[in-house]
């Protein structure tokens, strides 16, 4: 018999965890297990027949690249390729397992593991006839027989409906099909720890969203998304994921303003904590989920994270909380965001000089109310929310930051009244940021507006806001810095203030 006539089938061996489930619960799991397959086989167009054979899952009619799609569905634990011997033919079957494992067992050892499902039908062979007559035929192919330690494995299984044979099993990533540990949100932010606590827990059964605390605009959106796009291509079949984009440069340039610099890297973190904390009551997400590490940096002490979430009402999972640097590093390599995110630039790092490495909540909860935790909780608010189907990035047509004032643009000071009164664009209107904030949806549409603030990270925040409005609105960038070098004259002298 010809095995080539005869399509191969992918034998999924199930995680071991789901049998100890009950069987209600191991019937949701598979249900759930089931549906992911069959996302994971339309995507890449496979085709496919799922069929549940209650401790392994058997995948008939599929295209060749079906093993490596199916190994990476959580869940699977091992996936095989067999293939069936129509009927109860022992001369079937040794005629299709020499072509097998002929070449293969030739000077090495080899042992015959028979295994029966279901009932056995009259007329079947035994398994021990079995093992005994395809052993003798490997043997004669010039194989050994070893049945304690076998190079080679000739795994058989015997059904109502006929034989396989078996090729040595493709390891997957076991673990728990995804969706059926609940929901949490996911910290991102295009760096390695992220990515890979984030495929821990969705190992575990967990969908997840993402939200990315953006600092730096687009580019820092498109590493995220980047990331993203290769954990949803290859990990995330059956998953609901959203991409939650905050935008937070308005807490940074306000700490920057009223905070002094040693505290600015783990007030950041708890304003991000805040704002994730309001997106996952919205949203119904039961954890938060970082990708933090005891001592890794300075805001990761414990002392510090401690502080960090003092008043974070949603369970926070730490799933790398205990690795080292090179464990994570060796994990990202496995889930195929290394590359990607050994690119990537660190956006969440503020240069504001030593930074405390002990600091205790009602120290960090006096500077936090120099900021307020009303504007993290407004920023996150006011989010994008990015669906699973669009993480692929796409460039924006336009930048908001400009260099000059474009023709016509009124300016608008976003700066502290003393920075304005001592010197701004001539003819600029002052407009405190809050007040920005709440008013700008009323400011006349018909001419275009160029935002000044200190560093170029307020302005550019609501200028983002401003053209999804439907207004023309640029931010400055570099701030006051630039403000300044735009505002001196070719000889060297002053423009007038915008008091003047």
């Known amino acids: 018999m010809d095995q080539q006539q005869q399509p191969p089938v992918y034998s999924l061996s199930v995680s071991g965890e789901l049998s100890t489930k009950s069987s209600s619960t191991r019937r949701s799991f598979h249900r759930r297990l089931r549906a992911n397959l069959r996302e994971a086989l339309d995507r890449q167009e496979l085709g496919g027949r799922i069929v549940d054979r209650r401790d392994r899952i058997d995948i008939e009619q599929a295209a060749p690249a079906t093993p490596e799609v199916a190994r990476r569905v959580f869940g699977v634990q091992s996936v095989r390729?067999?293939?069936?011997?129509?009927?109860?033919?022992?001369?079937?079957?040794?005629?299709?397992g020499v072509k097998l494992y002929g070449d293969r067992v030739a000077g090495r050892r080899f042992a015959v593991r028979p295994r029966r499902v279901g009932n056995r039908r009259p007329g079947s062979p035994g398994s021990t006839d079995l093992a005994c007559v395809l052993g003798q035929a490997l043997v004669d192919r010039g194989g050994q027989v070893d049945l304690d330690d076998p190079e080679i494995r000739v795994h058989v299984e015997i059904r109502p409906d006929g034989m396989l044979l078996f090729d040595d099993p493709l390891p997957a990533c076991g673990g728990l099909p995804l969706g059926t540990a609940g929901r949490g949100l996911a910290l991102i932010s295009g760096g390695f720890d992220s990515a890979v606590a984030a495929w821990r827990m969705l190992l575990r059964g967990m969908d997840l969203d993402y939200v990315v605390f953006s600092l730096a605009g687009w580019p820092q959106e498109r590493s995220v998304r980047e990331v993203l796009e290769i954990l949803d291509e290859r990990w995330m079949a059956g998953s609901r994921s959203r991409l939650h984009v905050v935008d937070f440069r308005p807490v940074v340039a306000r700490m920057r303003q009223q905070v002094h610099g040693s505290y600015w890297q783990v007030l950041l973190k708890r304003m991000m904590m805040h704002a994730a904390d309001h997106i996952a009551r919205v949203t119904r997400a039961e954890a938060l989920?970082?990708?933090?590490?005891?001592?890794?940096?300075?805001?990761?002490t414990l002392s510090n994270?401690?502080?960090?979430?003092?008043?974070?009402?949603?369970?926070?999972?730490?799933?790398?909380?205990?690795?080292n640097k090179e464990?994570?590093?060796?994990?990202?390599?496995?889930?195929?965001?290394?590359?990607?995110?050994?690119?990537?630039?660190?956006?969440?790092?503020?240069?504001?000089?030593?930074?405390v490495t002990s600091c205790r909540p009602g120290r960090?909860?006096?500077?936090?109310?120099?900021?307020?935790?009303?504007?993290?909780?407004?920023?996150?608010?006011?989010?994008?929310?990015?669906?699973?189907?669009d993480f692929t990035p796409v460039e924006p047509e336009e930048t908001v930051e400009v260099e000059n004032l474009p023709d016509g643009a009124a300016v608008i000071d976003l700066r502290r009244?003393?920075?304005?009164?001592?010197?701004?664009?001539?003819?600029?209107?002052?407009?405190?940021?809050?007040?920005?904030?709440?008013?700008?949806?009323?400011?006349?549409?018909?001419?275009?507006?160029?935002?000044v603030c200190e560093f170029g990270l307020k302005s550019a925040f609501l200028a983002e806001r401003m053209?999804?409005?439907?207004?023309?609105?640029?931010?400055?960038?570099?701030?006051?810095?630039?403000?300044?070098?735009?505002?001196?004259?070719?000889?060297?002298?002053?423009l007038r203030t915008g008091t003047q």
């Open 364 to 389: 960090l909860d006096r500077q936090e109310a120099r900021v307020g935790r009303e504007l993290a909780e407004t920023l996150a608010s006011e989010r994008r929310i990015i669906a699973r189907e």
């Open 305 to 323: 994270l401690r502080s960090i979430t003092a008043h974070t009402l949603t369970p926070v999972l730490r799933p790398l909380v205990g690795l």
């Open 289 to 300: 989920v970082t990708g933090e590490v005891i001592g890794q940096v300075s805001s990761q």
């Open 467 to 494: 053209r999804r409005m439907g207004y023309r609105a640029w931010s400055l960038a570099g701030g006051a810095r630039t403000l300044g070098r735009l505002r001196q004259r070719p000889d060297g002298s002053t």
């Open 81 to 96: 390729t067999a293939y069936k011997v129509p009927g109860q033919s022992l001369a079937g079957l040794v005629e299709m």
């Open 417 to 451: 009244e003393a920075d304005f009164l001592e010197g701004s664009w001539p003819g600029a209107i002052h407009l405190d940021f809050d007040r920005a904030m709440e008013f700008a949806g009323n400011l006349p549409a018909d001419r275009p507006y160029l935002l």
């Open 327 to 355: 464990e994570i590093v060796a994990a990202a390599r496995h889930i195929g965001t290394f590359e990607t995110c050994a690119d990537n630039t660190e956006f969440c790092a503020l240069d504001g000089g030593k930074p």
